[in-house]
């Protein structure tokens, strides 16, 4: 019989990326935007419109479920046939990504939970990208990661 060993907290956390090519954009222009994790995790990506209205982006357009460690993922995902355009002005609209190791399970991002996060974590534009840990991604150990991104979407 093999003694309890606890698992202990990884000493590398999840780290999430997401690189836009620019934050300030207008109706009609066409999203393309990578993301990239340090460890393989399940990826959900929501965007909060300026009325608060939530979009979670569907699967066809991310890819594969999991993203691998290392991997850089183009979204949406080549082959797809799948593309992301902006339709209507908006200002201070947000992308929220968030990966899980080990997969999202009960701990998947609902859209009031995603407007509560842009709104808590909305940035100037000047500020480009935030990257940060949430308090639910710091109790989960490192297993989690979100980054936000804002946007301005001129008529």
Do not use: H
Request: charged share 25%; net charge negative.
């Amino acid at each position: 019989l093999q003694p309890y060993v606890p698992v202990a907290a990884p000493t590398d956390p999840l780290i999430l990326q997401l690189s836009v090519p620019y934050v300030e954009v207008k109706v009609n222009d066409l999203l393309e935007f990578d993301v990239r994790a340090n460890r393989r995790c399940e990826l959900q990506i929501l965007y909060v419109e300026e009325t608060k209205t939530v979009e979670e982006l569907p699967p066809e357009v991310l890819g594969p479920a999991f993203l691998e460690a290392g991997e850089t993922r183009r979204i949406p995902y080549p082959g797809s046939g799948m593309q992301l355009r902006f339709d209507t002005p908006g200002k201070g609209e947000t992308m929220v990504a968030f990966c899980r190791e080990g997969g999202l399970g009960d701990k998947r991002i609902t859209g009031q939970g995603a407007v509560d996060y842009a709104k808590d974590r909305f940035q100037p534009l000047s500020r480009g990208l935030v990257i940060e840990r949430t308090d639910t991604v710091a109790r989960d150990n490192g297993q989690s990661a979100t980054n936000v991104v804002t946007f301005n979407v001129q008529p």
